[in-house]
């Protein structure tokens, strides 16, 4: 398993980093196709930032955690981490979960949320930019990935139609999906 350390603000003591890859490496415990982890740590007004992201089997999966204390920041990250494991082998091993979940769309509260959206729109700059692959799944799947990430939407190609969804968290509870009009 590889681990890459990225630092920003932030000093990583030798003996910190060796705490960390220890811990790290016990993760494979709960799922042996961990590909790769990158921590990212950071300080900003005292506050350390730690995001443990890992690659499992082609599946990303984060924990993030603020403290004052790095290692209990990282620590709390690395649970949270774990916990997504723990769920996505969960979910791999029994298929049936799929089934037992809600996941309802009600188009009418999708196009009124986008119209009440679009005059509310503000000019604004784009500070970042991210790419990252496109794989085909169903929107059920696009829900648990988004969950799984700790995200309040994600962008899917949809399976079934080939074209690009969204899926998001509604504030009211439960997941929209925005779908492009023909």
């Known amino acids: 398993m590889d681990i890459r350390f990225v630092n920003r603000n932030a000093e990583l003591a030798d003996d910190l980093k060796e705490y960390m ?9 709960f799922f042996p196709k961990i590909l790769d982890n990158q921590v990212v740590l950071s300080l900003s007004r005292g506050i350390h930032t730690i ?37 996505h082998k969960k979910y791999l091993t029994d298929r049936v979960q799929l089934k037992t979940h809600d996941i309802s769309f009600n188009l009418d509260d999708i196009t009124s949320d986008m119209s009440k959206s679009a005059v509310e729109e503000k000019k604004e700059d784009i500070v970042k930019v991210k790419r990252f692959p496109l794989r085909p799944m169903h929107a059920e799947e696009a829900c648990m990935q988004m969950d799984l990430l700790g995200h309040s939407f994600f962008v899917f190609s949809n399976a079934e139609s080939g074209s690009i969804n969204v ?16």
């Not at 890859?21 to 415990?29: A, D, I, P, Q, W």
């Not at 999966?61 to 990250?77: C, H, Y």
């Open 167 to 182: 899926v998001y968290k509604r504030k009211s509870g439960g997941y929209g999906l925005l779908e492009p009009a023909d």
């Open 51 to 87: 995001e443990v992201t890992s690659n499992v089997n082609g599946v990303i999966m984060r924990g993030e955690e603020r403290d004052s204390d790095l290692r209990k920041a990282f620590d709390i990250a690395l649970k949270n981490l774990e916990r997504r494991i723990r769920r």
């Open 21 to 29: 890859e220890r811990k790290l490496s016990k993760l494979e415990k």
